[in-house]
Nanobody, 127 residues
């Protein structure tokens, strides 16, 4: 059973920063593409960022590009999401997700490409 545990969420003022962490129990973490999604009540889950198994390739939603940074430490089985210049519209539950990489793919941006999900961590940005 693969477990993903997010941490680092909380309440922050607009313009502030937070760093989310996601610890993964899977032994093959270093071969997984990792991603972060977010969701607000009444809305569909939204892609935020993805990183390839090596950490060498990243991809961001336009709404967070230039403000958020995804990274990973394969020695610690952990993926991070550094969030800077936070805005009230970034308020959401943030989910970490993992996918065994399939041939020809470096990362994924669709939620149905991912196999494992964390329980989520709340991020609230006040104006």
């Amino acid at each position: 059973q693969v477990q993903l545990v997010e941490s680092g969420g909380g309440l922050v003022h607009a313009g502030g920063s937070l760093r989310l962490s996601c610890a993964v129990s899977e032994r093959t973490f270093s071969r997984d593409a990792m991603g972060w999604f977010r969701q607000t009540p009444g809305k569909e889950r939204e892609f935020v960022a993805a990183v390839s198994w090596s950490g060498g390739t990243t991809y961001y939603a336009d709404s967070v590009k230039g403000r958020f940074t995804i990274s990973r430490d394969n020695a610690k089985n952990t993926v991070y999401l550094q969030m800077n210049s936070l805005r009230p519209e970034d308020t959401a539950v943030y989910y970490c997700t993992a996918a065994p990489v399939r041939s020809g793919s470096l990362y994924y941006i669709r939620d149905d490409d991912y196999s494992y999900w964390g329980q989520g961590t709340q991020v609230t940005v006040s104006s």
